[in-house]
Protein backbone atom coordinates (compact mmCIF):
# COMPACT_ATOMS: atom_id res chain seq x y z
CA UNK A 1 0.00 0.00 0.00
CA UNK A 2 1.45 3.33 -0.99
CA UNK A 3 1.98 6.49 1.31
CA UNK A 4 -0.81 7.72 -0.26
CA UNK A 5 -3.61 5.30 0.01
CA UNK A 6 -2.15 4.51 3.61
CA UNK A 7 -2.73 8.45 4.52
CA UNK A 8 -6.50 8.02 2.84
CA UNK A 9 -7.32 4.79 4.98
CA UNK A 10 -6.60 6.38 7.98
CA UNK A 11 -8.33 9.32 7.26
CA UNK A 12 -11.29 6.57 7.00
CA UNK A 13 -10.63 5.27 10.12
CA UNK A 14 -10.62 8.37 11.70
CA UNK A 15 -13.60 9.18 10.63
CA UNK A 16 -15.20 5.99 11.41
CA UNK A 17 -14.32 5.55 15.08
CA UNK A 18 -15.53 9.35 15.82
CA UNK A 19 -18.73 8.80 14.46
CA UNK A 20 -19.35 5.89 15.43
CA UNK A 21 -18.31 7.31 19.52
CA UNK A 22 -20.64 9.71 19.03
CA UNK A 23 -23.49 7.84 17.58
CA UNK A 24 -22.72 5.33 20.57
CA UNK A 25 -22.71 8.19 22.98
CA UNK A 26 -25.93 9.28 22.01
CA UNK A 27 -27.38 5.79 21.55
CA UNK A 28 -26.35 5.51 25.79
CA UNK A 29 -27.77 8.45 26.10
CA UNK A 30 -30.81 7.57 25.16
CA UNK A 31 -30.84 4.05 26.97
CA UNK A 32 -30.33 5.48 30.31
CA UNK A 33 -32.75 8.02 29.70
CA UNK A 34 -34.99 5.25 28.77
CA UNK A 35 -33.61 3.21 31.93
CA UNK A 36 -35.01 6.16 34.33
CA UNK A 37 -38.08 6.10 32.69
CA UNK A 38 -38.67 2.66 33.16
CA UNK A 39 -37.57 2.74 37.10
CA UNK A 40 -39.56 6.00 37.60
CA UNK A 41 -42.76 7.02 35.06
CA UNK A 42 -42.37 10.55 36.89
CA UNK A 43 -39.27 10.90 35.46
CA UNK A 44 -38.47 14.09 33.29
CA UNK A 45 -35.63 12.53 30.38
CA UNK A 46 -33.04 15.72 30.57
CA UNK A 47 -33.46 15.55 26.69
CA UNK A 48 -37.02 17.13 27.32
CA UNK A 49 -36.38 20.89 26.11
CA UNK A 50 -39.51 21.53 25.24
CA UNK A 51 -42.76 20.50 23.49
CA UNK A 52 -41.17 20.25 19.71
CA UNK A 53 -37.60 19.45 20.81
CA UNK A 54 -37.97 16.64 23.37
CA UNK A 55 -37.04 12.58 23.36
CA UNK A 56 -39.86 11.30 26.07
CA UNK A 57 -42.39 10.99 23.53
CA UNK A 58 -40.19 9.37 21.06
CA UNK A 59 -39.09 6.75 23.69
CA UNK A 60 -42.29 6.08 24.91
CA UNK A 61 -44.07 5.67 21.60
CA UNK A 62 -44.36 2.05 19.58
CA UNK A 63 -41.97 3.68 17.29
CA UNK A 64 -39.35 4.00 19.85
CA UNK A 65 -39.41 0.06 20.40
CA UNK A 66 -40.33 -1.75 16.57
CA UNK A 67 -38.83 -4.66 17.33
CA UNK A 68 -40.01 -5.29 20.64
CA UNK A 69 -37.34 -3.57 22.80
CA UNK A 70 -36.28 -0.22 22.85
CA UNK A 71 -34.47 1.27 19.79
CA UNK A 72 -31.75 2.59 22.33
CA UNK A 73 -30.38 -1.03 22.16
CA UNK A 74 -29.80 -1.03 18.48
CA UNK A 75 -27.95 2.00 18.63
CA UNK A 76 -25.75 1.05 21.05
CA UNK A 77 -25.15 -2.11 19.63
CA UNK A 78 -25.05 -1.28 16.20
CA UNK A 79 -22.59 1.47 16.94
CA UNK A 80 -19.82 -0.71 18.01
CA UNK A 81 -19.30 -1.90 14.09
CA UNK A 82 -17.88 1.46 13.44
CA UNK A 83 -15.54 2.07 15.66
CA UNK A 84 -14.17 -1.57 15.12
CA UNK A 85 -14.31 -1.27 11.21
CA UNK A 86 -12.26 2.47 11.84
CA UNK A 87 -9.50 0.74 14.04
CA UNK A 88 -8.93 -1.77 12.14
CA UNK A 89 -8.70 1.02 9.12
CA UNK A 90 -6.05 2.27 11.19
CA UNK A 91 -4.24 -0.51 11.97
CA UNK A 92 -3.90 -0.55 8.10
CA UNK A 93 -6.27 -3.85 8.18
CA UNK A 94 -7.22 -5.44 4.47
CA UNK A 95 -10.59 -5.94 4.78
CA UNK A 96 -12.70 -8.69 2.45
CA UNK A 97 -15.36 -8.00 0.17
CA UNK A 98 -17.81 -10.14 2.09
CA UNK A 99 -16.84 -8.39 5.19
CA UNK A 100 -18.02 -4.51 3.29
CA UNK A 101 -20.55 -6.21 1.44
CA UNK A 102 -22.31 -7.08 5.69
CA UNK A 103 -21.20 -3.62 6.68
CA UNK A 104 -23.11 -2.15 3.16
CA UNK A 105 -25.94 -4.39 4.29
CA UNK A 106 -25.78 -3.16 8.18
CA UNK A 107 -25.46 0.67 7.40
CA UNK A 108 -28.53 0.38 4.42
CA UNK A 109 -30.62 -1.24 6.93
CA UNK A 110 -29.36 2.15 9.88
CA UNK A 111 -30.45 4.75 7.30
CA UNK A 112 -33.58 2.92 6.02
CA UNK A 113 -34.31 3.19 9.73
CA UNK A 114 -33.38 6.20 10.18
CA UNK A 115 -35.25 8.06 7.44
CA UNK A 116 -38.49 6.19 8.95
CA UNK A 117 -37.99 7.05 12.59
CA UNK A 118 -36.94 10.25 11.00
CA UNK A 119 -40.40 10.62 9.09
CA UNK A 120 -41.99 9.02 12.10
CA UNK A 121 -40.89 11.76 14.56
CA UNK A 122 -42.05 14.30 12.21
CA UNK A 123 -44.90 13.55 10.70
CA UNK A 124 -46.33 11.51 13.09
CA UNK A 125 -45.09 12.37 16.63
CA UNK A 126 -44.32 16.02 15.73
CA UNK A 127 -41.20 16.30 17.99
CA UNK A 128 -37.66 16.61 17.24
CA UNK A 129 -35.46 14.12 19.46
CA UNK A 130 -32.05 15.66 20.25
CA UNK A 131 -30.06 12.35 21.05
CA UNK A 132 -31.94 10.63 17.58
CA UNK A 133 -30.70 13.78 15.67
CA UNK A 134 -27.17 13.02 16.67
CA UNK A 135 -28.08 9.70 15.81
CA UNK A 136 -29.28 10.53 12.62
CA UNK A 137 -26.33 13.19 11.65
CA UNK A 138 -23.76 10.17 12.05
CA UNK A 139 -25.71 7.54 10.64
CA UNK A 140 -25.74 9.35 7.13
CA UNK A 141 -22.03 9.78 6.68
CA UNK A 142 -21.47 6.27 8.23
CA UNK A 143 -23.63 4.73 4.96
CA UNK A 144 -21.93 6.90 2.39
CA UNK A 145 -18.87 6.47 3.95
CA UNK A 146 -19.57 2.64 3.60
CA UNK A 147 -21.06 2.42 0.41
CA UNK A 148 -17.75 4.39 -1.01
CA UNK A 149 -15.43 1.17 0.53
CA UNK A 150 -17.86 -1.29 -0.16
CA UNK A 151 -17.98 -0.19 -4.17
CA UNK A 152 -13.95 0.24 -4.04
CA UNK A 153 -13.57 -3.36 -3.14
CA UNK A 154 -16.09 -4.61 -5.67
CA UNK A 155 -15.40 -2.08 -8.84
CA UNK A 156 -11.96 -0.18 -7.58
CA UNK A 157 -11.53 1.48 -10.54
CA UNK A 158 -15.20 1.71 -11.78
CA UNK A 159 -16.53 5.29 -12.66
CA UNK A 160 -19.00 4.51 -10.58
CA UNK A 161 -16.97 4.23 -7.41
CA UNK A 162 -15.02 7.36 -8.50
CA UNK A 163 -18.12 9.50 -8.85
CA UNK A 164 -19.13 7.98 -5.30
CA UNK A 165 -16.00 8.86 -3.89
CA UNK A 166 -16.14 12.89 -5.35
CA UNK A 167 -19.43 13.57 -4.57
CA UNK A 168 -20.15 11.84 -1.03
CA UNK A 169 -19.90 14.79 0.63
CA UNK A 170 -22.30 16.52 -1.37
CA UNK A 171 -24.98 13.30 -1.40
CA UNK A 172 -24.47 14.14 2.97
CA UNK A 173 -24.86 17.68 2.61
CA UNK A 174 -27.97 17.42 0.21
CA UNK A 175 -29.95 14.83 2.95
CA UNK A 176 -29.11 17.35 5.68
CA UNK A 177 -30.67 20.07 4.17
CA UNK A 178 -33.17 17.68 2.81
CA UNK A 179 -33.96 17.09 6.49
CA UNK A 180 -33.90 20.10 7.84
CA UNK A 181 -35.90 21.60 4.86
CA UNK A 182 -38.61 18.95 5.94
CA UNK A 183 -38.49 19.62 9.58
CA UNK A 184 -39.04 22.95 8.95
CA UNK A 185 -41.97 23.13 6.75
CA UNK A 186 -43.98 20.65 9.08
CA UNK A 187 -42.87 21.72 12.68
CA UNK A 188 -41.03 25.31 12.01
CA UNK A 189 -38.17 24.13 14.08
CA UNK A 190 -36.56 27.50 13.30
CA UNK A 191 -38.77 29.50 15.49
CA UNK A 192 -38.54 27.14 18.32
CA UNK A 193 -34.55 27.75 18.63
CA UNK A 194 -34.49 31.65 17.82
CA UNK A 195 -36.98 32.20 21.03
Given at each position: MNILAALKERRYGIAFT???VI?????????TEYIHTLQDPAYDPSCN???L?????NMNSWQGSIFGFSNTILGVTGFVAPIILGFLLLGNHKLSRWFWL???????GALVLVIWLFTQSVFVLGTLCPWCMVVWSVTIP????VARKTL??????SRVTEFVSNWMWVFIVSL???IAFIAQLRLDWFAEFTR
Open positions: VLGGWFAAFMLLISLVTCGVGMAFGHTLFFMGAFLPDYIA
